[in-house]
């Protein structure tokens, strides 16, 4: 059974940047939706697998990747929020960022730009690609179109109305700067950390 991941600030630490009444309908309802789901559906392909009854396969995979995904990347956007209290790239991380964008600025103007220019419902993701050995910025349509295989998100951003259409209606610019306020580096770290001990450079 997948949990939903706790939250380790109080849901009004992100004001005045994410309110607590967006952040409470976002985490206690739109979340929780998925990982619900998500659960149904592992429950009905086990039992698919059980009736040997595969004559819904197809609705219950499309299940899987729309709720799974969107319960992964919202468990990854929570962690990597927090309160406004300065956190920075690790120097092993601001290493990578230079290597693979130039510098600080330039991933910041990149990750800002694809974020607002997400078509409709979707995600801007900073990911490392495996393969490549290197940091991308990609846009996610929905929870689970247009991604790269092989890559760990490390930094995510929620661009669903969802995520800021109560406090910023149409002033997307504006969610997506306040974004940076409450960004939690920490984390972001230590996501990098791992991908650093698993995959030696
Ligand atoms: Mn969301």
Known sequence: MLKMVELSYPTNALEPYYSQETLELHYQILYKGYVDNTNKTQEQLAEAR???NFSNIKCLEKNLSFFGAGAILHEKFFENLG???PSTPSMALMEQIIKDFGNFAAFKEQFTNVAIQVEAS???LLVWVRTWNKLEILQCEKHQ????WDCIPILVLDMWEHSYYL???TKRPEYVQNFWNI??????NKRWGKIQKKDAR
Request: charged letters at 15%.
């Open 83 to 85: 309160p406004a209290i």
């Open 50 to 52: 059980k009736n040997k």
């Open 145 to 148: 179109n247009l991604t790269l």
């Open 167 to 169: 406090q910023y209606k």
């Open 122 to 124: 979707g995600w801007c």
């Open 183 to 188: 960004v939690n580096w920490n984390i972001v």
